[in-house]
Structures are given as structure tokens and as C-alpha cells.
């Protein structure tokens, strides 16, 4: 199930960036006494009571005139609506309820979203002052008192939040369902693969980067297997993301690879590689998604000998981050090679959610390290005592060791090497856990 989005509101200096980052826990917004200093969306996973959402930080209004105040919190206060799940309204106590809180919370209320009032700068422990009670005259229900410089009421202020989402929702699509989001700068083909894939016109496609303004599935079902393919809004440089609304596109694409199984990675042949490939691929990875490069446009090439092979090379090159992923050579337009996806798909999907026994991995790490000697420093050696996966989604390892900083990254990466050897896991990410056991001690 996708993340539910929790977006993150209010007018210039209340402090939202400051409750974002408390939210998250860690530094990501920039946090400045100016108004108008976040002006991208910013948005982070969210865990409480153990289960996660996303955390969607908003600029406020950065006035130029008088005149464009309102019509620049409009625009957006409209965009938090259209996207999330529950919106935060934070206000600030020292400043009191503004004209600008009234319009805005007004806006809100003729949404019909669940809105969580959150009263920031209630600095002091004990009851709120009675200053606090002015903002019952929003309409919004009961305020939140906050601290987000220190953290007091941020937790009363999730447990509001997550009144309203029902996180028992069950996954719109079974397991036997294999969730296929296909990613990619803007005007690489997406949609017409996926028209292809259908069948029929089952999403817009045009020439004009950023039609798809929203991920859009799409139920496949042939002799292949089930899939539901995710067609999503190109992902491109935060420069080039001119258009406010395209911001919440870009958040929707990457909440649709968080939602997929395995993530197609679209590259433009004519054009070739680019430096957003390599976001959009590190992104899948990041995520530890199965993963396929699926070079689109192959009829537009003119072809020599070797013409496939030499640029399978160059791709080689250019994805060393990622050099599990295979690459499969298709045209959306013709339909060339189209077909073979779904078997390239299916076996990705396989790999991602492999499981290997605790003692096929072990004979691996005995054959590993006694072909290539552990790494040694000042005269004391590495020592892996067993490895075992710990989960699936992919494939984790957790290895335990007598000294962790001796586990160098060169030879982590030469076991899973060997691992990948053995077993295959192509198209999917391997992630490695090192635990310090000790000398033999607990």
C-alpha cells in the first residue's frame, strides 16, 4: 500500500520547516528566520507507533506585492489539498490568528480533507495561555499546542493525524499481482508503453513533457502472469520543475516506485544517457527495487554491426552503480521486443524476493573467504562467524563479525559478488547488515 501523504501548511515563519524537521528527525528543510526560504516541496518518511508516513514540508506564501498574497497562498494551499491525505495548518501563538490563517483555514474546510490544527511556539510546559484559545475561532476543531523548536506535542499532533488514515486498508491488488512502476525522465515513452502494454488508450499520451500528472495503474492480465503496470509523471531536475503542480507529480512518482515491486526504468535511445537517469535509477535503488532499463525509441537508431552490443557497453558504464540491472532494447511505438518485458519482469520480481538458506550462504562465505583472505589491520584479522539473510526485497544479509571496522566496503562488495555469483539475484539490489559479535564474547 502506498504511504499515506501528510502535507505540511501554513502561512511564511509559523515555523513548518522547523516541525518538519522535528517530525522526521533529522535536518532536511532549511530553517530560516526569512519568509519564502523553502521553496521546493521537501519530502521524508515519517515513522510513529510503528508504522510510516510521508512528510510533505510546503513553502508558504514569498509575497512580491500586497496584491498576489492571497492568490499565492491559494495556489499553494490548493496543491497541498489535491495531494494529501491529512493536512497540518500550522499557525503560530505568539503572532495570533491572522487574516491569513481565517482565508486559508476557510479553503481547507470547503475541501473536505481531515485538517489538523496545529498551534506552533507553545514554548512553555503546563497549560497553554489563554491566548491559545483564540484559535477555536478557525473552525477547525481542537488546536494542538506545539513546540517544534523543542519538540513538546509533536506526538499528541501524529496521533491526530492518524485518526484520520486508516493504515488497516488492505492492498488494493493480491500478491499474485506483480506491481510494475515504470519511471523515467519526462517524455521517454512512458505512456506509450504502457498503451502498448494495454492495448488500448488507457492513458494520455503526448509529445508535451508532464501529461501525466499523477501515477495511473493499469491492470494487465495474459498468459504472462498478472501485472499492474504504474504509469508516472517524468522525474526531472528540481531547476527544470518550474510548474507548481508538477512538484506534487514528482512526489507521486516517487511514492509509485515506493507503492511497485519492480521499477522499468525508461532511457531515451536517441538522446542517451543523462545525469537524471542516474536520480531516477539511484532512487529504485535506494528503494531496493527489482529493476530493468528498458532502452526505448530502438527503431529510431540507425543500426550497424554491433550497434547493440556497443551501446549495452556504454550503459554498462554508466549504470557501475547499479551493474545488476539487465537492459532490454524495445520500441512503445512498434511494439518491438514489448513482449518480452513481461518475462524479464517476472524473473526480476523472482530475484528481488529470493530467499537462500542459512547454510548454502555459509558453504558461499566458507569457499569466499578461504579463496580471498579477510582484510587485516595492525595485525588483527577479520573474522566473519556466519552469515545469514535476515529478509527478502530485497535480498539482506547480515553477516557477524569480530571487528566491524574491519569489514572494508571493498570486501563486502567482493562476498556479494560471489553471492550474486552463486545464486544470480539479477535486477535486484543487495543490501549487507555487518554486526559486531565480539572475540567470542555476547
Not at 212 to 236: C, L, M, P, Q, S
Request: include cysteine.
Amino acid at each position: 500500500m502506498a504511504k499515506p501523504i501528510i502535507a505540511v501548511v501554513g502561512r511564511p515563519n509559523v515555523g513548518k520547516s522547523t516541525l518538519f524537521n522535528k517530525l522526521v528527525g533529522k535536518r532536511i528543510s532549511i530553517v530560516e528566520d526569512t519568509p519564502g526560504v523553502t521553496r521546493d516541496r521537501i519530502y521524508s518518511e515519517c515513522e510513529w507507533r510503528s508504522k510510516s508516513v510521508m512528510l510533505v514540508d510546503t513553502g508558504g506564501i514569498e509575497p512580491r506585492s500586497d496584491d498576489v498574497i492571497l492568490s499565492q497562498m491559494r495556489r499553494q494551499a490548493q496543491l497541498a489539498i489535491d495531494s494529501a491525505d491529512v493536512i497540518i495548518l500550522v499557525t503560530d501563538l505568539r503572532s495570533g490568528v491572522t487574516a491569513t490563517d481565517s482565508d486559508v483555514a476557510s479553503m481547507l474546510l470547503k475541501s473536505g480533507k481531515p485538517i489538523v490544527l496545529c498551534v506552533n511556539k507553545c514554548d512553555t510546559i503546563g497549560d497553554p495561555p489563554p491566548e491559545f484559545y483564540e484559535f477555536y475561532n478557525l473552525g477547525l476543531g481542537d488546536p494542538i499546542a506545539v513546540s517544534a523548536a523543542h519538540g513538546h506535542g509533536t506526538g499528541d499532533l501524529l496521533d491526530a493525524c492518524y485518526e484520520h488514515i486508516d493504515f488497516n486498508k488492505e492492498e488494493e491488488y493480491s500478491d499474485e499481482y506483480i506491481k510494475v512502476a515504470v519511471i523515467g525522465k519526462p517524455n521517454v515513452g512512458k505512456s506509450s508503453l504502457v498503451n502498448k502494454i494495454a492495448g488500448e488508450e488507457r492513458v494520455i499520451v503526448s509529445n508535451i513533457a508532464g501529461t501525466t500528472r499523477d501515477a495511473t495503474d493499469t491492470v494487465i492480465e495474459n498468459e504472462h502472469g498478472k501485472y499492474v503496470f504504474i504509469d508516472t509523471a517524468g522525474i526531472r531536475r528540481k531547476s527544470k520543475v518550474e510548474e507548481a503542480i508538477e512538484r506534487y507529480s514528482v512526489l507521486r512518482s516517487y511514492m509509485a516506485v515506493d507503492r511497485a515491486d519492480v521499477c522499468v526504468i525508461m532511457i531515451d535511445a536517441v538522446e542517451g544517457f543523462t545525469e537524471q537517469d542516474s536520480k531516477v535509477a539511484g532512487y529504485a535503488h535506494e528503494q531496493g527495487k527489482g529493476c530493468i532499463v528498458a532502452v526505448n525509441k530502438w527503431d529510431a537508431i540507425e543500426k550497424e554491426t554491433n550497434t547493440m552490443n556497443e551501446f549495452r557497453k556504454k550503459l554498462e558504464n554508466d549504470f557501475s552503480f547499479m551493474s545488476y540491472v539487465p537492459f532490454i532494447f524495445i520500441s512503445a511505438k512498434t511494439g518491438q521486443r514489448v513482449e518480452k518485458l513481461y518475462d524479464l519482469i517476472k524473473y526480476v520480481n523472482e530475484q528481488n524476493s529470493m530467499r537462500i538458506s542459512t547454510g548454502m550462504l555459509n558453504d558461499v562465505l566458507a569457499y569466499s573467504t578461504a579463496k580471498v583472505q579477510p582484510p587485516s589491520d595492525k595485525g588483527k584479522r577479520l573474522k566473519i562467524y556466519y552469515m545469514t539473510q535476515a529478509s527478502t526485497r530485497p535480498p539482506t544479509f547480515v553477516c557477524f563479525v569480530n571487528r566491524a571496522e574491519l569489514f572494508h566496503f571493498s570486501y563486502q562488495r567482493y562476498l556479494e559478488n560471489q553471492i550474486r555469483e552463486t545464486f544470480g539475484l539479477e535486477g535486484t539490489p543487495v543490501r549487507m547488515i555487518v554486526r559486531q559479535r565480539g572475540d567470542g564474547k555476547a
